[in-house]
């Protein structure tokens, strides 16, 4: 037994080594495997990698002088694939490495490759950091590219980032240093290095930003200089003083930090404002070597914005979207004589409405390569007045409340909230209720105000940011232009633009996209398209804006054929800005236009350099206007220009103004408060108002007859009651109706009573009187009456005396018995005799004179149905006064 145990004892610690050995062996001889593969895979490695990197040199370009010594120039096409401008070193100010100041080759050794005189190309250890950072960051985060490499870049090969390229720029760098010294590579980069825009080289960046030679800069200005190269557009002291400055800074620390500066001297050149010294504008004389620079400025400006701006360098195609015709049109007009003074200066934007695309671009007049500010795209300072009322205030209402076009708002004196500051119309008035559509067209800034308040600041800030747009924070002054982050042009055209696309909003670009230099490899710089509002929104506006140029604030700019929305703008100064400048009460700083058909949106902006210079009169105010309508009608020629389409969205309705809520117009609403608006459907009113009821007149009552038989005239008298809840006034008229004919209106009168003369015997008459308000008649009283006909045989004729005729005027009788004329008795009726000829008084009128004979016209008349004359008790006939004449 005790052997069996012991054998047991042994074979369970044998299982245990057994199992122990095999749980050790597979984790050793894993290790070695692993071992042993990673020797592999860097022997195979090494061998591929050093295969590949043999491939792609042997692929690699020939190193060529006059490649390594100048600039290769992009080209830029227009949207037709013309080209237009090619961007060269034709202006280069070419510097020998013997003549370059030595502060400013330690500021550009300091900044660019601290150890370009110790490597011989390729700077592994800058490479070694270069890729722990991308390694941590991701492939591109960080770039190695020494001095060498960065001629080698510029003069051969293209801006992406593959191992293609910085093998065959690896090895070209080497070759760059085995056929020429050091200071012919410096000399090499710093001659043709991008330095802005159209500048290639620090010599000619010095004479473009500071108009000096090198030999005369400052060590700020050196620093300045060797901060651009990184990246030329953002570093722009021009444009972006700011940026430029913390940049140079950021050399001048390295400077000091390699040796090359003291701390003194860095701490003293950082302390210099860099605008300081910068080339004052005016002295920037503009150089007209190339055309259309205000647009190759946005061009370059959004090469930078893509990280592409030292793309410029590497001899790329660029395919813009420029419209040579309206660029042409552009700049024709700034360039004319229709500006008011020497010093205004305006800016143009011409946007295609459907894509986005910009066509055309003014910076400002004669503006020219040297300027350096674009007051179309850089504008940085400026306020847009009014035009923001569609995208802060109106849009915003039909888009998030759903206000229609004749929403009421009420014009009535008003403080901002929280303050006692009031806030103005631009003429000083308060019109009271109005539609919405009112409000906008005529600009009103108080209704204005009051539709932010009730889209809230929230959602207004929300709305404009979908145009890509950043205005700062929302206030209620911002309603009327009072914003913290102006807009530019370019930005304002591209926001209109959007409205005139039923709601889909591009961001503005210049540039389409660009093809590197093997004619292959392209990049697509085209945004996409986004609906920014409801199609509704769109409509509703713009239809609003069309009545600007109608009946608003910008009828200077409408354009006949042509269906165009806009609005119009003018800024104000403030209390303090009036005072500190002296300025007087008609001053105002800015004045915009901005306005679009189914083709372009343009925006224009007009005002002097110097806000603190105002503008004052009436010619400075419409300059936008004006502008724009040049433009417009020039690039809109030969081109079919659809008008604004309503979308199925929008409903037409026609409502009583100022019901409220909003309610259809009756058929007793007057006319002036009748107005067909647009509502986004569904929303539209569907009761009628019942403000204005149907007036009924009372008809006239106790109407009764009295006639004066020796005077053959009737006295007609009747009552009246009127209406209680009447308000316009009321009249009566009367007419009369002879011997069953047909009945004719004597006269309209506001007494009760009527005279009516020359009565015929014989005859039956119906008078009738009538009630009248306006258009309301009431129902008709009459009464009739009967005259008895005289006995033939007692009527006597008088025949003629010796002293008379009776074809002849009497002594005493100035009336002829024989009144063949027109019958009218324009004289004074003194006779009294009966006159009882045939007389032919085809006229019957009596135009006036004092007709005071006592004679009776007895004969047959041929007068034209004119049963008599007639006086009214009480008042006056509307005749001339105490017209007694009898004419039947």
Known sequence: ?????????????????????????????????????????????LIGGGSLFAYYASSAPKLDESSLKDPISPKLLDANGDLFATLGAENREYVPFDEIPQQMHDAIIATEDSRFYQHFGVDFLRLGKAVLANITHGFGEQGASTITQQVIKNSFLTNEKTLKRKAQEAYLSIQLERKYDKEEIFEMYFNKVLMSGRIYGYGTAAKYFY????KDLTLDQYAVLAGISQRPNAYNPFKNPDLAEKRRNTVLHLMNLHGKISDEEMKAAQAIPIEDSLLPEEERVAKQNTKYDAFIDVVLDELEKHGDGDTISEGITIHTTLQPKAQQQVEDTLNSDIFPTEDIQSAVAVIDTKTGAIAAVGGGRNYGVERGYNFAYDMKVRSPGSTIKPLIDYGPAVEFLNWSSGQTIVDEPMKYT???????????????????????????????????????TKNAKEFINRFGIDIGEVHESTAIGGIDKPMSPVQMAGAYAAFGNNGVHTEPYAIDKIVYRDGKTEKSYRPESKAVMKDSTAYIVTDVLRDVLTKGTAKRAAISGLDIAGKSGTSNYDANQMKEWNLPSSAFPDVWFAGYTTNYSIAVWSGYPEMKTPMTTNEERYLPQTIFKKVMANISEDMATERFSKPNSVVEATIEKGSNPLQLASEYTPDELKSTELFVKGTEPTTVSEQYEQIELNAPTNLSVDFDEPTLSATLMWDYERPENLEENVQFEVSVAIDNGPSEILQTT??????????IPGSTYVFSVTAVSGEVRS?????????????????EETPPTDETDGNENSEDQNNNGNNNG???????????????GNGNNNGGNSDGGNNNGNGNNNGNSDEEANPGDYTNPGGTSGEEENSDSTNP
Do not use: C
């Open 1 to 45: 037994m005790s052997e069996q145990k012991q054998t047991r004892e042994q074979r369970r610690k044998q299982l245990q080594q057994q199992k122990k050995k095999k749980t050790n062996t597979p984790v050793k001889l894993w290790i070695k495997r692993i071992l042993i593969a990673i020797v592999a895979i860097g022997i195979v490695g």
């Open 211 to 214: 108009g000096k030679e090198l």
């Open 418 to 456: 929280g303050t006692e500051q009031n806030i103005r119309n631009f003429d000083g008035k308060y019109k009271g209720a109005m539609t919405m559509r009112e409000a906008l067209y005529n600009s009103r800034n108080i209704p204005a105000v009051k539709t932010l308040k009730e889209v809230g």
């Open 750 to 759: 506001d007494q009760t009573g009527l005279i009516v003369q020359s009565l």
């Open 779 to 795: 129902e008709s009283a009459s009464v009739s009456l009967t005259l008895e006909g005289f006995v033939e045989e007692d009527l």
């Open 822 to 836: 027109n019958g009218n008795s324009n004289g004074n009726w003194n006779g009294n005799g009966n006159n009882n």
